[in-house]
C-alpha cells in the first residue's frame, strides 16, 4: 500500500487549520489536476479521510495545509490518469466545470470568499484549458512547482518519480505551455489573452447588452479581430443549442451570437464572475421554470473579447444549482420560428 510521505517532528510549528480550511485546500489541489468539480470534491472528501482519520490531524504533522496538497494531489493523480481516456472520447469540446462567483464550490468553501482570493489566480478557464495539453504526470509537476513552490524533490516523492524525472516533467510542462499560450496572444496589444483585464467587468456588462439587443455593430466594437468561442455541451442538449465546433473571426463570432440572440429563447444573460474572471451566466426566464442554461467565460485584452467558453452540458453544471428544462426552451424557440414563418408566408393585407 502506499504510504503518503509527510514531514515529521516531535511538536507542531503551526495551530491546526480546521477541517473545514483542509477540505479547502484538497479541493484546490484536485481542481487544478482535474477541472471537474465533482471528482475534485471526491477527491477531498477522501484525502480528508486519509489526512484526519479520526477527525483530527495527527500530532507529528508539521504542516498540515502541505500534506494535504500532497495526499490530493495523489489521489487526483491516479483519478486523471483514468479521465484521459474518457475525454478522449468525449462528445465535442471538453472545457472545466465552471466555478462561478465567490464560494469555490458547493460544499468546498465557506460563503466568505476566502476561497476564491486563493484560487483566482491560477483557476481562470484559460489556464485549466492550457493544463489539457499536460500529461497527467506533466500537470501534477508543473502545478506541485510552478504555481504551488513545491521544490522539484517534494514534487517527486508526490508524483512517485526521481527528483531528475520532475525536473524534466515541468520542462516539457513549461515548454507545452508557453507554446500553447503564444497561439492565445492579442495581436492588438501583444499581451497573452489570458491576463486579467482591469476593465473586464464592465466590458462584460455592454456585451451583455449588445448580445440580448442583437447588436451586430455593438458586439463587433467589443470582439477581437481573431475571436474565439467554443462550446461544451457533450452531447447532451438539443439540437441547435450549442457551438459544435469552435467559430473563429470577428464578424463569424458576432453573426454567430446576434442569430441566437434573434432566436428568441425565453431567457436572458447576467454578469457573473466564472472561475474568478468577469463572465456571464445564462438562465431560463421564469416563464419555462427559470434554471441556469450554461456559464460563459471571457477573456478580455486590450479592451476587446478574445475568447469565449460555454459550458451548457448539464453533467457540468449539476453544482451550481437547479437547471433549465432545455426542451421547454427548445420548444419556445421552435414555436417562435414557426409563428415567424407562418407570418412571413402570410398575404399581405
Known sequence: MTRHHRPRTARRHRPTPSLTD???????????????????????????????PQGEVADDVVNAEAYTTTVATRIALDVLRSARVRRESYV???LPEPLVG????????????????????????????????????????????????????????????????????????????AARREEMVDDARGAAA???????AELV??????????????????????????????????????????????????RLLVGFARRGAPGHLRPALVNGRPGMVAYA???????????????????RVTHLRGVINPDKLRHLGPLADLDAVARVIRDVAARRRAASDAPPA
Open 92 to 94: 465535442g469540446e471538453w
Open 285 to 303: 426566464d421564469e416563464s419555462i421554470g427559470g434554471g441556469l442554461i450554461g456559464t460563459y467565460a471571457l477573456d478580455v485584452s486590450g479592451g
Open 194 to 200: 489570458d491576463r486579467p483585464d482591469p476593465h473586464a
Open 22 to 52: 483542509l477540505r479547502r485546500v484538497a479541493f484546490a489541489a484536485a481542481y487544478r489536476m482535474l477541472g471537474s468539480v465533482t471528482e475534485a470534491e471526491d477527491v477531498a472528501q477522501e484525502a480528508l479521510l486519509r489526512v484526519a
Open 205 to 254: 456588462e455592454r456585451f451583455i447588452a449588445a448580445v440580448e439587443r442583437g447588436e451586430l455593430e455593438a458586439l463587433l466594437e467589443l470582439l477581437a479581430e481573431d475571436v474565439e468561442i467554443v462550446g461544451d455541451s457533450g452531447g447532451n442538449t438539443p439540437p441547435g443549442f450549442a457551438v459544435s465546433k469552435p467559430v473563429r473571426g470577428r464578424e463569424a463570432v458576432a
Open 102 to 177: 465567490d464560494v469555490v464550490a458547493s460544499g468546498a468553501a465557506p460563503p466568505d470568499g476566502a476561497a476564491h482570493a486563493e484560487l483566482a489566480d491560477d483557476l481562470s478557464t484559460a489556464f485549466l484549458v492550457l493544463l489539457e495539453t499536460l500529461t497527467p504526470s506533466e500537470r501534477a509537476a508543473f502545478l506541485l512547482h510552478d504555481v504551488l513552490g513545491y521544490p522539484h524533490r517534494q514534487a517527486a516523492r508526490v508524483i512517485g518519480t526521481t527528483e531528475l524525472a520532475a525536473r524534466q516533467l515541468v520542462s516539457r510542462a513549461r515548454r507545452r505551455v
